[in-house]
């Protein structure tokens, strides 16, 4: 069974920088995705970065190229999000998800099986 935990998120002000942490347990071999998705108040949820962990291949909402980046630790199985330049707008619910996704889906939000509990960030003055 894969499980996911985790950590980080915070309130931040405008301009500032938090960082997000997921652990993954339970896959069986290396190949799987590890997505960042967010949802707002009032709105659906949206990806916001991708990982592939056999690979290291990213990809990355337009919203957010250039101001946030995922990396991953294969050895610790986790993946982290970097979030610089945090902007009111960024404001959600951010949700780790895992599954194998190929790179060219990794915004369809049903292809992803496994999810994590969510953590808050708020970006305000």
């Known amino acids: 069974q894969i499980h996911l935990v985790e950590s980080g998120g915070g309130m931040v002000q405008p301009g500032g920088s938090l960082s997000l942490s997921c652990a993954v347990s339970?896959?069986?071999?290396?190949?799987?995705?590890i997505a960042w998705f967010r949802q707002a108040p009032g709105k659906g949820r949206e990806g916001v970065a991708y990982?592939?962990?056999?690979?290291?291949?990213?990809k990355y909402a337009d919203s957010v190229q250039g101001r946030f980046t995922i990396s991953r630790d294969s050895a610790k199985n986790t993946a982290v999000l970097q979030m610089n330049n945090l902007k009111p707008e960024d404001t959600a619910v951010y949700y780790c998800?895992?599954?194998?996704?190929?790179?060219?889906?990794?915004?369809?939000?049903?292809?992803?099986?496994?999810w994590g509990q969510g953590t808050q960030v708020t970006v305000s003055s």
């Open positions: 990982i592939y962990n056999s690979n290291g291949r990213t």
């Open positions: 998800v895992a599954d194998n996704v190929h790179e060219s889906s990794w915004y369809h939000t049903r292809l992803y099986n496994t």
């Open positions: 339970g896959f069986t071999s290396k190949y799987y995705a």
